[in-house]
């Protein structure tokens, strides 16, 4: 039976404890080259970076958290925009299908005006409402926005061009009548003036209905001494003419002499205008010997009447 002090000592061999020895011997001489400060520098780098690590990672889990909870906003926002634009273009072809009837309704409903306007007791009750004059204004408006907006090789014959058709024709019924044409000149001077801008807008060739009717409404304002006064003095307008003259359709042609007869038909003012006269008259000869009958005996006529004041010249 061993004693209390036996317990704090441990028998080894004198070998082991020589290699033992050897060994810390060993470590005291290379363990100061190990721990040196490069080491220790480098320990400590490595817990920074180790420190970083984990911070990226933190910073990556945020960023990965952002982005699903952006991937999910940005499906949400898909899907409301289909949405939307599934309603936009129900909106669209709504909007298109009320178009269509407003211009299949305004086509009609100034047809109906044109026709009805035939009659001189219409045109009176007309000229009584008090919209009369908003109405020819907006009726020039609408004419020359479709004039500014109509393609070359567009349809003319639809319900838009017959809508305007429908305006141009009750205004030239309302020139037509003698209290038109004095409401037309005293409250309707813009209208006039934006009608014979239109001549000049309106391509060569194309709207020739549309071209006729502004001719005739011009024709019968001239009939008012005012009017023709007035239309006398716009600026370049003999020159407008002239160039209708050249206008491949016929119809053009014969309005465009009659408005020329009746412009010149005061020897005033003829007189006004003969130097720009003189400037039609070999576009009026070549249309007196042209094939159409009816354009050769009104340009014929024409220089019969200016044949007195060529001679004088």
Not at 262 to 278: A, F, G, K, N, Y
Request: with cysteine; hydrophobic share 40%; aromatic share 4%.
């Amino acid at each position: 039976m061993s004693g209390p002090l036996e317990s704090e000592f441990l028998l080894i061999r004198r070998r082991d404890l020589e290699r033992l020895t050897t060994e810390v011997m060993q470590m005291k001489e290379f363990l100061p080259k190990i721990l040196n400060q490069d080491l220790l520098e480098s320990v400590q780098r490595l817990e920074v970076a180790e420190s970083a690590l984990e911070e990226r990672e933190l910073d990556c889990e945020h960023i990965q958290a952002r982005l699903q909870a952006t991937q999910s906003e940005c499906l949400r926002a898909k899907e409301e925009n289909l949405s939307l634009l599934l309603q936009v273009t129900e909106l669209r072809e709504q909007n298109v299908q009320q178009v269509d009837f407003c211009s299949q309704m305004g086509s009609a409903l100034c047809t109906l005006l044109w026709g009805v306007s035939n009659r001189e007791e219409t045109v009176r009750s007309i000229l009584g409402m008090d919209v009369t004059a908003e109405f020819f204004s907006l009726a020039g408006q609408t004419v020359s926005r479709f004039v500014e907006s109509f393609a070359v090789n567009q349809d003319e014959d639809t319900e838009e061009s017959r809508f305007v058709l429908g305006l141009a024709g009750t205004i030239t019924n309302v020139a037509a009548v003698s209290c038109g044409r004095s409401f037309l000149m005293s409250s309707c001077r813009d209208l006039m003036e934006k009608w014979i801008l239109l001549l000049g807008e309106i391509r060569s060739g194309s709207h020739c209905q549309l071209r006729v009717l502004i001719l005739m409404s011009l024709y019968n304002v001239s009939i008012h001494r005012d009017g023709l006064l007035w239309m006398s003095r716009y600026p370049g307008i003999m020159s407008q003419l002239q160039q209708l003259l050249t206008d491949p359709d016929n119809e053009v042609c014969l309005h465009t002499l009659r408005l020329i007869q009746s412009l010149v038909l005061e020897p005033d003012v003829l007189h006004m205008l003969w130097e720009e006269v003189q400037q039609c008259l070999p576009r009026v000869t070549e249309l007196s010997h042209t094939a159409n009958s009816e354009l050769r005996k009104m340009a014929s006529e024409l220089l019969e009447e200016l044949k007195g004041p060529m001679v004088e010249g």
